[in-house]
């Protein structure tokens, strides 16, 4: 095996930062595409879907979001399972990502273009179909990519370095994400709102698929990974995953992590333009400020880290993101608002960008020592199927709590639902044992 470089690492991380975007498009603007708030109509944004709750409050863009992450889910282990069970030529991992970045990039822009000039039921329709195939693409691409994390991060300071590099390019990334109305802002005069918001879509999608080509053409994966096919069925290797009572301690602190994040990014236009009101555009520079200050916190996580442990910081980041969703939902107008929620975001959102990652590579690692066998992708599958469950229901809580109450009650409450979840999220990871799980892979190397 060849010896894994910095270099080999970051060309990786390229990788995150393409389908970081796509993923940003959807968590950012799915809803404000298609549930648009009453500004951004007469702004020009059109009505697609249904906009009426259809069930006791649920409206029908809260339950496509919802069947979309739970199908996501579902699909993760059945894809991971067949990542690591490939004896493909050139690896478990990259034939997967190398077939399905370009379909990835076309479906991100199609999820944004309806048959139907207006609320019809055809759009219902085609909009879950299509939302069923992002998420199968994202899938295709990033369990096989997410697998590949603790086979290049073969020790411990590879492990932080590589989940450091991963994490700055996906915030990156989602930065990127938010560009979609400044983008668009150059096309409306001539397209219109509408289209150029889909024109904005697509320039995006183009650099993402770009950067998710890069480490499918530049690594070569069995120069660094020994790719030993595991013939466990889906259900035994899900089911062996869970049985892990560390695994489980952590993923159900991730879950509601998850829960309260995605209620929080699915918010943020509306929180920026209905509590704050700020013009829509304004959420990429509250965006760039607190990416910025990420980035200045990245290398004295990564030493705090080899130093203190992960667990510690990462309860450290629950607890202050908990406190973060609580005065995002009491905070008034102006863009002073936005300035301060954005930077005291940064310092949660730097620390759960990098270790989270980690400490499933630990945890998976432990795994193979102490069974002899190696399911890599299950075990980040598993997160994510565990993960996405509490994502969906972060969508169908977010757009009911978005259609009720009269003026922004729905918007505000959603912001203390996300801090309270994110609170007993730290409960859960405090009984997490970090110490033994490190010293079993310190004893065998």
Not at 138 to 154: K, R, S
Not at 256 to 262: N, V
Not at 422 to 433: M, T, W
């Amino acid at each position: 095996m060849k010896k894994v470089t910095n270099k080999v690492l970051w060309l990786f991380a390229i990788g995150q930062l393409g389908w970081s975007i796509l993923g940003g498009i959807v968590s950012n603007w799915f809803v404000y595409f298609y549930q648009p708030t009453e500004a951004a109509q007469a702004q020009g944004l059109q009505l697609f879907v249904t906009q009426h709750p259809i069930f006791l409050g649920l409206t029908i863009l809260g339950v496509i979001a919802a069947i979309g992450r739970i199908f996501d889910a579902i699909t993760d282990p059945i894809i991971a399972n067949k990542s690591d069970s490939s004896s493909h030529k050139d690896g478990r991992r990259i034939p997967f990502m190398r077939f399905i970045a370009i379909p990835f990039g076309i479906v991100t822009v199609l999820l944004f273009i309806m048959p139907v000039d207006g609320i019809s039921m055809v759009n219902n329709v085609v909009l879950l179909v299509m939302n069923l195939l992002f998420y199968l693409c994202m899938t295709i691409y990033c369990t096989p990519y997410n697998a590949l994390i603790p086979e290049l991060g073969n020790n411990q300071d590879n492990r932080i370095n590589l989940s450091t590099y991963i994490s700055m390019t996906f915030i990156v990334g989602t930065a990127f994400a938010y560009l979609i109305p400044n983008i668009a802002g150059l096309f409306e005069a001539s397209l219109g709102y509408t289209n150029a918001f889909r024109m904005a879509v697509g320039v995006l999608a183009v650099v993402a698929v770009i950067c998710m080509l890069v480490p499918t053409f530049t690594i070569t994966e069995k120069d660094y990974c020994e790719a030993v096919p595991s013939h466990t069925s889906v259900t035994e290797s899900l089911g062996k995953t869970f049985s892990n009572k560390e695994f489980r301690k952590f993923v159900a602190s991730d879950v509601l992590y998850f829960l309260s994040l995605t209620m929080f990014q699915t918010g943020l236009p509306f929180y920026v333009t209905a509590l704050m009101g700020l013009d829509a555009g304004s959420t990429f520079i509250l965006f760039a400020i607190m990416t910025g200050l990420s980035l200045v916190f990245y290398a004295p996580i990564n030493k705090f880290a080899k130093r203190f442990g992960k667990k510690r910081l990462v309860l450290f980041a629950f607890v202050w993101f908990s406190c973060v969703f609580l005065l995002t939902g009491f905070c008034g107008e102006g863009l002073i608002w936005g300035i301060i929620i954005a930077s005291l975001a940064s310092v949660p959102m730097a620390i759960l960008g990098i270790l989270p990652q980690a400490i499933v590579a630990d945890i998976a690692e432990r795994s193979s020592i102490e069974t002899g066998e190696n399911r890599n992708g299950m075990y980040f599958a598993a997160r994510t199927f565990a993960f996405k469950f509490g994502q969906s229901a972060a969508m169908l809580i977010f757009t009911s709590l978005a259609a009720i109450g009269t003026g922004n009650t729905g918007y505000r409450l959603s912001a203390f639902i996300a801090a309270i979840l994110c609170f007993i999220g730290a409960l859960i990871l405090s009984r997490y044992k970090e110490k033994e799980t490190l010293a079993i892979i310190n004893s065998n190397h």
